[in-house]
């Protein structure tokens, strides 16, 4: 009988030790030792874990154990450290039953050592993640199942009850204990069926200020309601926040961001005055208005560029289903080519980061220039001329700062600075031409599918409630055409490989190797992606005629 089926009929166990392999109940005894024979008895070459069933208020059958894969990490921890706890998020997503794939141990003695084992068991990579204060980590694959991180550390206090103490959150402050009780010292199981995020301690958002980003992503993650004496730590801790190093504060704004609805993490710190702290290119836009047909301040549409990005990504990657008639008109524009929008949005130009992230903080910085050159000419209108390079300058400031990868500082400059290119190519109020296609495709190659999806966020956001659904089934079409290139494989390529090289452009022409002989190249494969060339002997005669030969 399957573990998680039986977890909400756990006092038939009470007081009772129980074997589990491979995630399934499969003796019960008054001792673990009966536990253990018995389902030796009935699985002679399997190592059973064997756990103890309190009352039905302490009790907690660990259903991360109904997958095999975790079943297999927690008993081998078990093996290596018999007195081993897990620990932290793991044990609040048991809770809720949520699917885990960080687990942190607590370990006493040396947890370093046990790391390495551990992976040498799994056959997986090892870290010594912080050799100071002994903390190793272990990454696991294992096949048909998620990537798993376990981190064993030892505990930060004298005993793990004080390493539960110094959390900081109560919810994140539970433990595992090896026998399946919890050890909850500060009432976290209670916080959960509340819906309350509290904080271990009178000073834990102070003693490290990125708690309070911390504080909104898991409000938002798993439905809690800030407490009264969270909220009293969080303007001391918003000013300390500039003493974060720039890594945990990039990590933390990175996990926000990431969130399905990253705009509303956003609008939460702009309430606790922490904006400010970690993104005062946006609070520059507030109250920033903004000429026809823009309904909102420069503010309210990042937000709303930012909230489209991230709907946009999730309905093609699958995560969403559409809410209503909009977002059906929009995705089925976009879904006869679903299989490469995932392999896209999913590439990741940094480790752990998927190109849809760095998408969505496109969205939100693509106006982050609008401050800095705003104009108003003699009739009054507001003007934001080349914003889009300032908005470049300023992100890609921003990014160094957090020290982002080159690839992923590159690919979130180039898409705001390049942004407002479809809106140009949209004013002629006619699909994109072959040549116009050609040229963006030359320029940004495979940023163009991203551009696209930003353009589109930013089209969505500028019209906002005021949008016209037939309107925007007539927009479709443009932006459709800008992504067909890109994942059309029938088709002749927008960009084609060059019929004839330099060294036979030079041989044909007698010129010598220079600019002259790029600009013929380039006039060659501009005339093969329009189909006026297409092949060998017509590529021979064009290049000849347009070098007088």
Known sequence: MALRLLSHSLEVYSGHFIAIVDGEIVAVGASAEAARARARASYPQRLPTILRIADERTASIPAFLARPALARVHRHVLQLAP???????????????LPSHDLDYVVEGDALSVARRLADRLQAAYYPLDPDRGIGRVVWRPRDDEPLVIDLAPPTGSDLETDLRRRDFTVNAIALLPDGRLLDPLGGRDDLERRQLRPCADDSLTADPVRVLRAVRFALTFGLQPTPALEAQVPAAVRSLDGVSVERLRDEMLRLLALPQPQLALRHLQTWAA???????????????????????AYEHSLAALAWA?????????EDDPADALEVT???????WQTAWVSYLQEEPTVGHPRWLWLRLAALAHDWGKPATRSVDAQGRIHFYHHEEVSAERVTARLQSWRCSTAATTFVRKLCREHMRPLYLARSGNAPSRRSLYRLYRDLGELVPALALLHLADHLATYGPELDPMALRRYLPFVKALIEPAFDADGTPIVPKPLLNGQEIMALTGLESGPPIGQLLEKLREAQALGNVTTRDQAVAFVKRLAGR
């Open 310 to 318: 991230a709907r946009l990504d999730r309905l093609l990657r699958g």
């Open 83 to 97: 007195t081993a706890a897990l620990v932290g998020g793991a044990v609040r997503d048991l809770l809720l039953d």
């Open 275 to 297: 904006l400010d702290a970690v993104l005062p290119e946006l609070t520059a836009l507030l109250n920033l208005a903004q000429p026809r047909p823009h309904v909102y301040d």
């Open 330 to 336: 929009v995705l089925a524009a976009l879904l006869p």
